[in-house]
């Protein structure tokens, strides 16, 4: 280690500060993990973002396959390194019992020995860096002892760019918030207290945040007190959602097919999170359930490709069905009005409605 191995971490740590995001971030992690950690011969970042564990950056497809594998099965070093600190090692995969049905997946991928590396730092307590080689026994203690500080340096870059997204957010919001009150103030001659008032109203009317409804009226023009305008702008915002998840999903079709079914429990995955969100923002409007019900006829639509593919076919078909049922509830609470229990009932949990998840709660009025 010695003087050459700090001027390695000291570029790498000028190299992290030059990035503009996280994601630039992280890509700058994996890249250069490959070629300052000995024996690496993959690499990714796994960061847990609102409450989900996902993969922020990759080197490779076998990366990202390992990384979707360990998410897939709910076990494996990676999962292990975020709970914990330091640096968890696997030296050789087709021997080790800790993680059976993950181990097992790493074998059929080529993969020998895995390191996972924690990352600390303020904002990213659940997140590590995983670092993967096809040999076994492919870090030595060099490896482990330049990969923990790799890592240390890796997770104060990565809480430091979290930061400055949280206040670039931050920012845009006000920013936001300030132009639809103005707006508001100039056309109904009212103070700016009455102004966000107006807006707080809007947003307690259709179950949207205040945010999102002040870019709305900022970018469209569009009064706080015209609900339905309000809900048609945001039912296309969702729509689009949709409609850029389903061409995600055809995208991966190709690769998930035959040989990766994990690949396809992640997708199915982030496609219920999605439409659960869609859903929840605007549960009280007809234009969300028919938004949620064209997510789930996608969703049930790539099911039923995969089941013809011949990976897991049954399943597939049951999870197809489970979409068909969910689409059909929302668009029989949309004919029935979303009065009484004919909206709130039938968009329950109990008839298909997208299953709540962590990132798909009920989001709250406000900022």
């Not at 996972?116 to 303020?122: A, E, F, Q, V």
């Not at 809007?202 to 009064?223: C, F, M, P």
């Not at 305008?229 to 061409?247: P, T, Y």
Request: proline letters at 2%; charged letters at 25%.
């Amino acid at each position: 280690m010695g003087m050459e191995l700090v001027e390695v971490l000291t570029e790498a740590a000028r190299r992290f500060a030059e990035q503009e995001s996280v994601a630039a971030t992280a890509d700058r992690i994996a890249e250069l993990a490959v070629t300052v950690v000995p024996g690496v011969g993959s690499a990714s970042v796994s960061l847990a973002r609102s409450g989900t564990l996902v993969t922020a950056a990759a080197t490779d497809e076998l990366a990202a396959a390992a990384d979707d594998a360990q998410y897939g099965c709910g076990e494996g070093p990676c999962l292990r390194a975020v709970a914990d600190d330091g640096v968890l090692a696997v030296d050789d995969l087709a021997g080790d019992a800790r993680w059976p049905r993950f181990t097992a997946r790493a074998v059929e991928l080529g993969l020998g020995s895995v390191l996972s590396c924690h990352l600390t730092g303020r904002g990213v307590a659940r997140s590590s860096l995983n670092l993967y080689a096809r040999a076994p026994r492919a870090f030595d203690e060099r490896s482990r002892a330049v990969a923990a500080l790799y890592a240390t340096h890796a997770g104060i870059a990565l809480a430091t760019a979290l930061r400055e997204e949280d206040l670039r957010t931050a920012v845009a919001s006000r920013e936001a918030i300030s132009r639809a009150v103005g707006i508001l103030m100039q056309r109904h001659h009212a103070t700016s207290e009455q102004a966000f008032r107006l807006l707080s109203t809007a947003s307690q009317k259709l179950n949207i945040k205040v945010r999102r409804l002040a870019e709305i009226i900022a970018e469209t023009g569009i009064d706080a007190g015209d609900t339905s305008e309000l809900a048609r702008q945001a039912a296309k915002d969702a729509a689009a959602r949709a409609s850029e998840l389903h061409d995600q999903l055809s995208s991966q079709t190709g690769r998930m097919r035959g040989s990766k079914p994990e690949h396809v429990s992640e997708a199915n995955r982030r496609a219920k999170q999605a439409a659960a969100r869609a859903a929840d923002r605007l549960q009280r409007t007809m234009a969300a359930y028919l938004s949620a019900a064209e997510a789930h006829e996608r969703a049930a639509l790539l099911h039923e490709k995969m089941a013809r593919s011949g990976t897991d076919g049954t399943d597939h078909l049951r999870q197809a069905e489970e979409h068909r049922q969910a689409a059909a509830a929302a668009r029989q609470a949309v004919e029935n009005g979303l009065t009484g229990s004919a909206g709130a009932g039938q968009a329950g949990a109990g008839s298909g409605r997208p299953e709540r998840t962590t990132e798909g709660e009920t989001p709250r009025t406000g900022t």
